[in-house]
């Protein structure tokens, strides 16, 4: 039985690596999440995936907007992570870091967050297995 849980140790939080994501990371979109990922060589940690996710400024002013987005996405990866992470089997040693970015303009619902981080993820994990193959 699957845990939905988002730990701690789960969270991207390291600024190098960050850093690293956004110069050297690909990237792919389903409206309105952009997804820029990289393989995390140095992986110091026992988890597969470190994720992390963030709404621009420049498109949401309130702090209070922009943290209900990002509550949302999180719960949405929370819920979908695992039904993907099942289908896909990444190999033990291989760690990636992934930010999400909320790209819509507007504030929507849970509903079509969960529907385009399922796509997202999906998108992301197929393309990173065909790389490794």
């Not at 990922?37 to 949401?60: G, H, M, Q, W």
């Not at 040693?93 to 529907?115: H, R, S, T």
């Amino acid at each position: 039985m699957p845990v939905f849980t988002f730990r701690k140790e789960e969270r991207l939080k390291s600024k190098k690596l960050i850093s690293l994501l956004f110069s050297k990371g690909r990237s792919l979109t389903v409206y309105p999440l952009k997804i820029v990922y990289l393989k995390n060589e140095d992986a110091r940690n026992d988890e597969s995936i470190l994720f992390s996710c963030t709404v621009p400024k420049k498109s949401f002013k309130k702090a209070v907007t922009r943290n209900l987005l990002k509550r949302r996405i999180r719960e949405a990866y929370r819920l979908e992570k695992n039904h993907i992470i099942d289908e896909f089997e990444l190999a033990a040693n291989e760690q990636y870091a992934i930010m999400l970015i909320f790209i819509g303009k507007e504030v929507v619902d849970y509903a079509p967050i969960q529907k385009a981080m399922r796509k997202t993820l999906h998108k992301f994990f197929t393309r990173i297995t065909d790389q490794s193959t």
